[in-house]
C-alpha cells in the first residue's frame, strides 16, 4: 500500500518532493530521475531548483528519463515534451541536456505509419533506463480516469514501453496545450509501460483538485486493475502519492492516513 500524505496545497507537496530529491542528488550525484509533463509536477519542479539553488547542489551528473513523448510532433514544437522537459526541468534545475532522455528523441517527428522506426523505439528506451542504472525516482501525475504516463484504461500491468493510442478523453484534456483544438492534439504517442514505471526504486504521485478525487480513491482503495492503472501502485514496495484536500476527498480512510503522516517519525524520509 502506497503511503498517503494529504497536504494542504501543491507548493507544499512539492516542497515533500523537493527534498525527497535533493537529499537523493547529495547522497548519489549521478541519481536517475524519472521525469514527467502535465500540469501536477511544477510546483514540484519549482521547489526543487528552488532547493538546488540554495543549497548549491551539484547536478551535474544528475540524469533524467521522461514518462511519454507524442508521435508525429518534432523535437522543436512547443508542445513536444523535449521541449516541455527542457522548459520546466533542465533549464530550472540546470541540468546537463545531454543526460536528459525522452521516449521520442529518436523519433523526431517520425509518423506512425513509419512501423520499422517506431516498433522498436520502446525496447530501446527501457534498454537505456537498464543501462543507466534504472531510475530512482520516478514522479507522476495521473488522468481523471486513472491513467499514468500514457497507459489509458486496460493498459497491461505488466507493460513496457511502447506505442498507443490516445484516448479521447485524454486529447480532449491535453487541448488546452494547442489553442483549445483537439484536432492538434496528436493520436498516438509513445510511452513507459506500468512494467517499466514499476521498476523505478521509488514512485512519487502528484494529484491536486476534485477532479482528481475519483481517479485518487480507485488507485487508492479500490481493486488492482488495469482500468485503473494507477492502482499498480498498491503492489509497489515504496510508493507515495501526495495529494491535497479536493484530491483526497472521496477516500474513506483520510482521517487515518493524516494520523499515521503527524505521527511518523521524524528520521523517516517519504
Known sequence: MPEIIIVKDEAEAGELYARCVADLIKAK????????????????????????????????????????????LPLTHPESYHQTIHRTVVEPLGLDPDKVHVPGDVLDGCPIEDGAKVAGAGAAYDAAIEAAGGIDVQILGIGTD????????????????????????????????????????????????????????????????????????????GGVSAFCPASA??????????????????????????????????????
Open 146 to 221: 486513472g491513467h499514468i504516463g500514457f497507459n489509458e484504461p486496460g493498459s497491461s500491468l505488466a507493460s513496457g514501453t511502447r506505442v498507443k493510442t490516445l484516448a479521447e478523453q485524454t486529447r480532449i484534456d491535453n487541448a488546452r496545450f494547442f489553442d483549445n483544438d483537439i484536432d492538434q492534439v496528436p493520436m498516438h504517442c509513445i510511452t513507459q509501460g506500468i512494467g517499466t514505471i514499476m521498476k523505478a526504486r521509488h514512485l512519487v504521485l502528484l494529484a491536486f483538485g476534485s477532479g482528481k478525487a475519483e481517479a485518487i480513491a480507485e488507485t487508492c482503495e
Open 29 to 72: 550525484p549521478d541519481a536517475v530521475l524519472g521525469l514527467a509533463t502535465g500540469s501536477s509536477p511544477l510546483a514540484a519542479y519549482q521547489a526543487l531548483a528552488k532547493v538546488v539553488k540554495e543549497e548549491a547542489i551539484d547536478v551535474s551528473q544528475v540524469r533524467g528519463f521522461a514518462l511519454d513523448e507524442y508521435l508525429g
Open 233 to 270: 501502485l498498491q503492489m509497489h514496495p515504496h510508493a507515495t502519492i501526495i495529494v491535497d484536500e479536493a484530491a483526497a476527498s472521496r477516500l474513506r480512510h483520510k482521517d487515518y492516513y493524516k494520523y499515521a503522516f503527524e505521527h511518523k517519525p521524524a528520521w523517516q524520509a517519504i
